[in-house]
């Protein structure tokens, strides 16, 4: 069964301090793993599609990576309006019977404070 | 580009009654729609999908007659909640499938209060 775990469930962070993000995964082929940013009573906003281990990407102040077995989503010099929840997905290959499905996990809520 | 219109946004109703959530697609045409419900602190839990123009998938455990979801349209679906009760309040999302390089598009969420 794939699955997907975040950690930490909740960080705070003072402005301008960096940090990290993780996301572990089983699946049994990897499709594709996505980042996604929920801010409060709003639907996930994409950011970030990873692909193969050692593939990184970047946007602003974000920068994902990805491994075999994890993803870190790492947060440079953030500022108050990063704070949300960052949710992260995993999608099956379609050669080991996936599909479009994505397992999501629990998100971790970042909180920067000025 | 890859907009998905989700609406209500916010809807309370009583309990016993009915109410349907509609999401659009705007700027392309969404072959499969994702229906998720999300409870606080919570990860997505998907209960459906549908496919246009065909019978909607159910997730084990989502009751298909509860939950009756729509897609007669390449954008259109909707998910509407037959006789609502307390416990279905919760936060319901749609994601669009298909448009693999904006990474499945979300709708924005209805967020059902049954009171």
């Known amino acids: 069964e794939d699955q997907v775990t975040q950690s930490p469930e909740a960080l705070r962070l003072q402005e301008g301090e960096s940090s990290s993000l993780n996301c572990s995964y089983t699946?049994?082929?990897?499709?594709?793993l996505f980042w996604y940013r929920q801010d409060p009573g709003k639907g996930p906003e994409f950011l970030f599609t990873l692909y193969s281990a050692g593939e990184e990407k970047e946007k602003e102040r974000l920068k994902a990576t990805l491994t075999k077995k994890e993803s870190f989503l790492h947060i440079t010099a953030p500022k108050p309006e990063d704070s949300a929840t960052y949710l992260c997905a995993v999608q099956a290959s379609p050669l080991q019977g996936g599909s479009e499905k994505l397992v999501f996990g629990k998100g971790t809520k970042l909180t920067v404070n000025p | 580009g890859a907009v998905v219109s989700q609406h209500p946004s916010r809807v309370i109703c009583k309990s016993g009654t009915s109410v349907k959530i509609e999401c659009r697609s705007l700027?392309?045409?969404?072959?499969?729609m994702f229906w998720y419900r999300q409870f606080p602190k919570q990860s997505l839990m998907l209960m459906a999908t549908s496919n246009e123009g065909s019978k909607a998938t159910y997730e084990q455990g989502v009751e298909k007659d509860k939950f009756l979801i729509n897609h007669a349209s390449l954008t259109l679906s909707t998910l509407t909640v037959t006789s609502a009760h307390p416990e279905d309040s919760s936060f319901y999302i749609c994601r669009a499938g298909g448009v693999a390089r904006y990474g499945y598009t979300f709708g924005s969420g209805t967020r059902l209060t049954v009171v």
């Open positions: 699946v049994s082929g990897l499709r594709g």
């Open positions: 700027d392309f045409q969404a072959t499969t």
